[in-house]
């Protein structure tokens, strides 16, 4: 664990991107206390006011207002718990899924695999934003339905991952042990398959949460995601357009809260490809390896040509 | 090899019927079409009439080997909201939505592969480490946003490219680069670390030791090692760009393609222009598939097809 977080504040990049995700998770905690005004309460005298620093611009309203006279700020602190939820809710949900299918297609085997592979075949081919937008509009947009929709759009490439990493233990030693002395599939499967899965398991939902909360903002900006009065990043950027000729704050806010979000959740995302990646990991010490070589080596005498 | 083709022929055919389905599903079954296209004041005796002139007061089974039998000849019946055939309709905006995605993604390869190059050959130098993190955050920026930033940009501040429209060939610049920076990014980074990984073969080093030019060791014999992957990633990337990007590209530019359509054709509530966009868009996703293959066999010929 200290090697661990030792390592993690040797990577720069990836102790930054940890600190804004645990600091974003605060902030939509604490959503209520932090943000000046509610992000529902109008002020119409104060329509489409600017930010501080431009002309106009006044220490109530710190990032502008709406044209409904809604504090920006308050709205973009809110809009982080919309989208840590369904980011979070659906990694849960399609993760879930898709590693128990995974786990029965790699450890049955056979015709069952054969099914549910040619199933995941099927479905990572359609066209998915398009039927998520349709089943949208047919069965009502709202948080739920979001969250729903994409989780049934989402699950395939856990189902894959985990199926390929089952096939690859199956065989070994320890493994074909526990069958012997008689454990029972479950207690295999959960017992001895599953922690062997961890890491790369949680690389991917660490990667396709940043995919969902661009999904989300996305699904929100085109009308059939998070439906006012509750706020969104899309939907706010959705809204913001507009206005955008007059007040170019309200498109650029949430849409700067929605990129810091993904680049953060990115950049841990990344860091824990090379942690956990034995290949990385390998490339990495060589490359360590290398660099030492050259400090060490006299000019000219390098080993490797210079690429 | 012909053997392999059939296959995946046939595994296309499963997923164009079972995007059909679905969306057959959903529509009829899940949700009660009559109730999302009529208005809320419509009286009983409109509904029933709307029922039987779309034929949604037959048994279920009835209308669903009628829906087949349509598909077969191509025809979802006629758009409710523009009373002409559905399928007219969208041969007519495919064309747009296909130089869209081909532009875009084209854009993309054509920039990867220099830059991912450069950032390759000095793994964990300055250039490679600004690559990799401006391809960071070209994964982190939404679409639409960056579409907008655009326009604002551009077209309001400096007024040097229009808003949105398909006029003249300035009106393809902005939805162009919308369109490729994701892919740009993801594929800068396939294209670095594959390099990477072939610089590093024994081969490598024969050719330099045999005295081969540095561009032709790098940009041939490394390169053409490390493009499966890319190609690969291209064809996602292409496929992404139809059946995804394209929705909303084309809404912020109002570029009047099947995904603008799509959303309009939503927003009327419009469910057999809907059907045939999205049986289209299926058909076409199967399609970049199967010739991705036949691009694996032409850049790998030892690939054995199976």
Redesign the interface.
């Known amino acids: 664990m200290k090697s661990l977080l030792d390592e993690l504040w040797r990577d720069k990049?990836g102790s930054t991107g940890i600190v804004m995700v645990v600091a974003l998770i605060l902030m939509a905690a604490a959503a209520p206390l932090i943000a000046p005004y509610s992000p529902t309460t109008q002020d119409l005298r104060a329509r489409l006011a600017p930010p501080v620093w431009e002309d106009n611009g006044s220490w109530k309203h710190i990032l502008g207002t709406d044209h409904l006279g809604r504090d920006v700020l308050s709205r973009v602190i809110h809009g982080s718990r919309v989208s840590l939820t369904v980011g979070a809710a659906v990694v849960l949900i399609a993760g879930t899924f898709g590693v128990i299918l995974g786990l029965v297609a790699g450890y049955r085997g056979g015709r069952t695999d054969s099914f549910i592979m040619?199933w995941i075949?099927?479905?990572v081919?359609?066209?998915?934003?398009?039927?998520a937008?349709?089943?949208l509009?047919?069965?009502g947009p709202s948080m739920l339905t979001v969250v729903l929709v994409l989780s049934l759009n989402g699950w395939m490439v856990y189902g894959r991952l985990t199926r390929g990493a089952v096939l690859s233990v199956r065989q070994t030693a320890y493994v074909e042990a526990a069958e012997m002395v008689g454990c029972s599939s479950v207690r295999v499967v959960f017992r001895h398959i599953l922690p062997n899965l961890t890491s790369p398991l949680l690389t991917l939902a660490i990667l396709e949460f940043?995919r969902i909360v661009?999904a989300e903002?996305?699904l929100s900006?085109?009308?059939?995601g998070i439906q006012p009065p509750a706020t969104s990043w899309?939907l706010d950027?959705a809204t913001g357009?507009n206005y955008?000729?007059r007040a170019?704050w309200l498109?650029?806010f949430p849409?700067v809260a929605?990129?810091?979000t993904?680049?953060a959740v990115?950049?841990v995302a990344?860091w824990m490809r090379l942690i956990s990646d034995p290949q990385e990991r390998e490339?990495q010490f060589a490359?360590q390896m290398r660099?030492l070589r050259k400090k060490h080596a006299p000019q000219g005498l390098q080993e490797?040509?210079s690429? | 090899m012909g053997r392999y083709f059939l296959k995946r022929l046939l595994?296309?055919g499963?997923?164009i019927i079972?995007?059909t389905v679905?969306?057959f599903v959903?529509?009829r079954l899940?949700?009660d079409p009559v109730k999302?296209m009529l208005p809320l004041e419509a009286t009983a005796e409109q509904r029933a009439e709307f029922e039987k002139q779309l034929g949604l007061d037959r048994p279920i089974h009835v209308q669903f080997v009628d829906f087949m039998g349509g598909l077969t000849r191509l025809d979802f019946g006629d758009s409710l909201w523009q009373r002409r055939p559905a399928m007219r309709i969208v041969f007519e905006k495919l064309p747009l939505t296909l130089e869209l995605a081909f532009m875009g993604i084209g854009l993309a390869f054509f920039l990867s592969i220099p830059l991912g190059i450069i950032a390759a050959?000095?793994?964990?130098g300055a250039s490679d480490r600004s690559t990799v993190?401006l391809s960071?955050?070209g994964?982190?920026?939404?679409?639409?946003?960056l579409g907008?930033?655009l326009?604002?940009v551009f077209a309001?501040q400096l007024g040097w490219l229009p808003t949105s429209g398909v006029d003249t060939p300035a009106h393809l610049i902005m939805p162009t680069i919308t369109m490729a920076l994701p892919a740009l990014a993801r594929l800068v980074m396939i294209v670095r670390s594959s390099m990477?990984d072939e610089?590093n073969q024994q081969y490598v080093?024969t050719c330099?030791a045999k005295g081969i030019s540095f561009y032709r060791v790098v940009g041939v014999h490394a390169l053409r090692n490390a493009a499966l992957p890319v190609v690969t990633l291209c064809g996602w990337e292409l496929i992404r760009a139809?059946?995804?990007y394209s929705?909303?590209v084309e809404?912020v530019f109002a570029w009047p393609g099947l995904g603008l359509t799509?959303?309009q054709a939503?927003?009327r509530?419009d469910?057999i222009l809907?059907q045939a966009?999205?049986f289209t868009?299926?058909v076409l996703?199967?399609l970049i598939?199967i010739l991705m293959d036949v691009a694996y066999k032409a850049i790998d010929p030892r690939l054995k097809l199976a």
Do not use: C, H, Y
Request: aromatic content about 8%.
């Open positions: 990049a040619r075949d099927t479905q081919a359609f066209p998915g934003l398009l039927i937008l349709i089943i509009a047919v069965i940043a661009l903002a996305a900006f085109l009308g059939m899309g950027v357009k955008m000729f170019w498109v650029t849409g929605i990129s810091i993904v680049l990115n950049l990344s490339k490359r660099a490797t040509p690429l | 595994q296309g499963g997923v079972g995007v679905l969306v959903v529509t899940v949700g999302v050959l000095r793994p964990g993190f960071l955050i994964l982190s920026v939404p679409q639409f946003w907008l930033l326009i604002v309001v990477i610089l080093r330099f139809v059946a995804g929705v909303v809404t799509a959303i939503i927003e509530e469910l809907l966009i999205v868009v299926a996703v199967v598939n």
